[in-house]
């Protein structure tokens, strides 16, 4: 099945020669790498492993630990992919505001995204260089206005799809 790991357990105590060890559960879970990544060409198996005290499934576990990675590439997309790594100032009203508005445009990439390119993966970093850092032209013809795109452009259908998908939203009422 592709797609489908592999997830094991054992009991791991680290600094095993201390009289005050603890043994805790080691996790490991194996994946496939997706075929045409990097990591095939390398190696079978990725393995992402981790420790936990907590009581509970093993898969739950497993599950919940990857929801957290989630939120830590959350938050490394709000540093990096939005700017939020360094504040522009030494004032707190003045980072506060600046701190929404980073946020809202974080949020509207995200909901493009997902809405309009059908992904939730992609970067914030990535979806600026792939759809807004783009010279392109707008014509009015016959009271029509029509965006020229670069040819040989390679997220063009993509755009495209993405564009007409949102149009299509019904507006608020």
Do not use: C
């Amino acid at each position: 099945m592709e797609g489908a790991a592999d997830v094991s357990e054992t009991e791991y105590t680290p600094f095993e020669s201390k009289p005050d060890a603890v043994s805790v559960r080691l996790i490991v879970r194996r994946v496939k790498p997706t075929p045409g990544s990097q990591l095939a060409l390398f190696t079978t198996y990725s393995y992402h492993a981790f420790i936990t005290d907590r009581e509970g499934d093993t898969l739950d576990l497993e599950a919940d630990h990857r929801r957290h990675a989630e939120i830590e590439n959350t938050i490394r997309d709000l540093k990096y992919g939005v700017g939020l790594n360094h504040l522009p100032s030494g004032r707190f009203p003045a980072n506060a505001v600046w701190l929404a508005v980073q946020v809202m445009a974080y949020n509207l990439a995200r909901w493009t995204t997902r809405i309009g390119l059908g992904e939730a993966a992609a970067t914030t970093k990535t979806f600026r260089r792939r759809f807004f850092s783009l010279a392109g032209r707008i014509t009015r013809k016959a009271r029509r206005l029509t965006l020229h795109l670069p040819q040989g452009w390679p997220w063009q259908n993509q755009f495209g799809r993405a564009l007409a998908k949102l149009r299509a939203l019904p507006l608020p009422s």
